[in-house]
């Protein structure tokens, strides 16, 4: 069983930035893809960025030159660096971590305010 615990979410400018951390525990475990997800309301959720742990990385077209996806695997750590948000980047954000499982984490709140 792995958990998935996230922080870095808040309130910012449209413009600004913010980071992301998501650390995995557990036990007897090896993560195979980490990433991000979020959800608007009123939307489906949607994959913002993942990084295997070799360090291949995906992100959608959005946040291309915008976001950067990085991982600790020592750590079992992921991060995500958010930068020139906008108000459309406002969503709840959702680890996500790949074993032989998908788990994900609780979620943070990001607002960007225009």
């Known amino acids: 069983q792995v958990q998935l615990v996230e922080s870095g979410g808040g309130l910012v400018q449209t413009g600004g930035s913010l980071r992301l951390s998501c650390a995995a525990s557990g036990s007897g475990f090896s993560i195979k893809t980490m990433g991000w997800f979020r959800q608007a309301p009123g939307k489906q959720r949607e994959l913002v960025a993942i990084?295997?742990?070799?360090?291949?990385?995906t992100y959608r077209d959005s946040v291309k030159g915008r976001f950067t996806v990085s991982r600790d695997n020592a750590k079992n750590t992921v991060y995500l660096q958010m930068d020139r948000l906008l108000p459309e980047d406002t969503a709840v954000y959702y680890c996500y971590a790949v074993t032989n499982m998908v788990y994900w984490g609780k979620g943070t709140l990001v607002t960007v305010s225009s």
């Open positions: 990084i295997t742990n070799g360090g291949a990385a």
